[in-house]
């Protein structure tokens, strides 16, 4: 019913940048939050940032002063500027909404996306 469509994964530099978007189409409602989530081989997912409709961020303490994630509610998108990228930043990126309407609570992903960072 909601999918959600990622862009702007891909290799990069130790130091360089990179924009993740994230756009919800289908049934979206009301927004309580969008978020990044990431998955290096071998490891659990674990959360990158998240952002509430109302503009409240989260973000781990890894990525803190690195990455900036926004949230666009007209747009139903997400988006995650990632800057001074280190080899250790490379998995595989999620997207996730948060949606809800009359108390119903939904939970969407993404299909993932490869972040690469090369010494």
């Known amino acids: 019913q909601v999918h959600l469509v990622e862009s702007g994964g891909g290799l990069v530099q130790a130091g360089g940048s990179l924009r993740l978007s994230c756009v919800a189409s289908?049934?979206?409602?009301?927004?309580?939050?969008m978020g990044w989530y990431r998955q290096a081989p071998g490891k659990q997912r674990e959360l990158v940032a998240t952002c509430t409709s109302g503009g409240s961020t989260n973000y781990a303490d890894s990525v803190k002063g690195r990455f900036t994630i926004s949230l666009d509610n007209a747009k139903n998108s997400v988006y995650l500027q990632m800057n001074s990228l280190k080899p250790e930043d490379t998995a595989v990126y999620y997207c996730r909404l948060r949606s809800y309407r009359i108390g119903i609570q939904y939970d969407s992903w993404g299909q993932g996306t490869q972040v690469t960072v090369s010494s």
């Open positions: 289908g049934s979206i409602f009301s927004i309580n939050d």
